[in-house]
């Protein structure tokens, strides 16, 4: 019984953490007005995949990996750091650029949008403290096999739901026409914030998780 209690309460904080904002929202919202809710769900997609990547490495022994290798952890944060700058550098560069409609057919634009959410969960520093530190804080001393995978699947399943309920809202036709309308200031405040997350998570970078 304690243990199906540990499993609901770190699917809960987790889920908790996933619905915050940050740069896999914006990300997941803007693909799917500016494109699809189907390429918006591929970004979800994506983000589950980083995430099995991620929640494995943590239950296999990622904290002790970082806590005898800091400047492991701190490499993970810089590098998640710079490519949120690059994203960022990316949708403000291109705010003004008109949106091509073409609802995801092109197959490898699929492919890009699940590249982009794996890419994105991977060198995503909130998502490594997470991992790094709350996710391995709550488990409990000794993880059956069951429960790793369990785990596991729960965190995924966290990630791709609530990204993709994100993609077909924002993916509406109502929010899609005012996105058209307001696209270039959207973008612009978009890159701006993401930028601004990236500049701050660079400068502490070196902080202790």
Do not use: C
């Not at 890009?112 to 909130?126: D, E, T």
């Amino acid at each position: 019984m304690q243990t199906i209690v540990t499993l609901a309460t770190i699917g809960f904080v987790h889920l908790l953490a996933v619905m915050s904002p940050g740069p896999s929202f914006l990300v997941t919202a803007r693909t799917a007005v500016a494109r699809s809710p189907a390429d918006g769900i591929k970004v979800a997609l994506g983000l589950g995949a980083g995430t099995i990547v991620w929640s494995a490495a943590a239950l296999l022994g990622l904290n002790v990996l970082f806590h005898q290798w800091p400047w492991l952890f701190i490499g993970m944060k810089v590098a998640g750091a710079l490519f949120l700058l690059w994203i960022a550098f990316q949708i403000f560069r291109h705010a003004a650029d008109p949106v091509e409609m073409d609802d995801g057919a092109k197959d490898d634009n699929g492919r890009s949008a699940v590249l982009r959410g794996f890419l994105i969960q991977i060198s995503n520093p909130k998502v490594v403290v997470f991992f790094g530190s709350i996710f391995i804080a709550m488990l409990p001393g000794d993880v059956p096999p069951w429960m790793i995978a369990a785990l596991i699947v729960l965190v995924t399943l966290n990630e791709i739901v609530w990204y993709s309920l994100v993609s077909l809202f924002f993916g509406s036709s109502p929010v899609r026409r005012f996105y058209l309308i307001a696209k270039r200031w959207i973008d612009r405040a978009t890159g701006a914030f993401l930028g601004l997350l990236g500049l701050r998570l660079l400068a502490r970078a070196g902080d202790a998780a």
